[in-house]
């Protein structure tokens, strides 16, 4: 059944966001940063970040890191109304579009928004396939000149729902944990062999996190640098995300801290 009129739009946003407070309430949370500096409620967070991650896990960054500068950018199809109305209620900034299909004004209200904040898209998104990087979040990275940051993240034998994610619903008072990397610094002006590169790259570091905060969840381990995080608001992102940030690192060098290839560009003609 669609839920199509603002009544229902309203009422349904308003009761998902009470169960997911209520529900994501009872994990426990712990993350291991390659760099703490890039989650926004570090006291040194410093410049704006795109932050990507699989759109199954949407749960717990959404729960998270709410009311920390961050604006999410969702399709317009009207499957993504509820989302709308919950990631605005939960603390997030919201752009509905695309970077490709459609999308010049999102790219200028994406543009205004990273001048002063930081952004965050499920690249798989809106509907797959599944842990499949669309290009979009490479491309506005180099457009934009703010480095990506990938978050993979993963619960202890969630419920998978049979949509085209396979939608992870953690057990309540289980584990979740997130494998978060550096901040990789992508190229100004990239062209469609470079978008390539990096699209293959970060979409292999990004299923290689989130396979290994999967395994972390599920063993229950303690990792060297795991900390644990909770629910709370920024004190610092709506003034420093306009500020300018540290270099962030190569994806090349960022993949070889996790022993993965990079990606060679094709060969001129």
């Known amino acids: 059944m669609k839920i199509t009129t603002p009544f229902a739009i309203g009422g349904w946003s308003l009761v998902s966001?009470?169960?997911?407070?209520?529900?994501?309430?009872?994990?426990?949370?712990?993350v291991d940063f390659g760099d703490p500096e890039v989650d926004p409620v570090h006291p040194r967070f410093r410049g704006a970040k795109i932050y990507v991650f699989w759109h199954e896990n949407i749960l717990m960054p959404l729960y998270l890191r709410g009311h920390s500068n961050i604006s999410m950018l969702?399709?317009?199809?009207?499957?993504?109304?509820?989302?709308?109305?919950?990631?605005?209620?939960?603390?997030?900034?919201?752009?509905?579009?695309?970077?490709?299909?459609?999308?010049?004004?999102?790219?200028?209200?994406?543009?205004?928004?990273a001048a002063?904040?930081?952004?965050?898209?499920?690249?798989?998104?809106?509907?797959?396939?599944?842990?499949?990087?669309?290009?979009?979040?490479?491309?506005?990275?180099?457009?934009?000149g703010i480095p990506i940051v990938a978050m993979g993240l993963g619960y202890?034998?969630?419920?998978?729902?049979?949509?085209?994610d396979r939608f992870a619903l953690p057990r309540p008072w289980s584990r979740a944990r997130g494998m978060v990397s550096r901040a990789i610094t992508v190229p100004p002006d990239l062209d469609r062999d470079g978008l390539e590169v990096y699209?293959?790259?970060?979409?292999?570091?990004?299923?290689?996190?989130?396979?290994?905060?999967e395994a972390w969840a599920n063993a229950g381990d303690r990792r060297p640098g795991q900390q644990r995080v909770r629910k709370e608001p920024s004190r610092v992102a709506f003034r420093t995300a306009a500020e300018p940030g540290g270099p962030g690192v190569a994806l090349g060098e960022e993949l070889a801290r996790h022993g993965l290839p990079l990606a060679e560009p094709r060969a001129a003609a």
Do not use: K
Not at 117 to 144: E, K
């Open 199 to 213: 699209r293959q790259g970060i979409e292999s570091l990004l299923t290689h996190l989130s396979d290994a905060a």
């Open 156 to 164: 202890d034998r969630p419920w998978r729902f049979g949509t085209w």
């Open 74 to 113: 969702l399709s317009r199809h009207a499957d993504a109304n509820i989302l709308d109305r919950v990631a605005r209620m939960m603390g997030f900034g919201v752009v509905r579009g695309s970077t490709f299909r459609g999308g010049s004004v999102a790219l200028r209200e994406l543009a205004e928004r």
């Open 116 to 144: 002063v904040g930081n952004l965050t898209i499920t690249p798989d998104g809106p509907r797959g396939p599944r842990r499949r990087l669309a290009p979009g979040c490479v491309f506005l990275a180099s457009t934009l």
């Open 17 to 30: 966001t009470a169960a997911i407070r209520q529900w994501m309430g009872t994990l426990d949370y712990r």
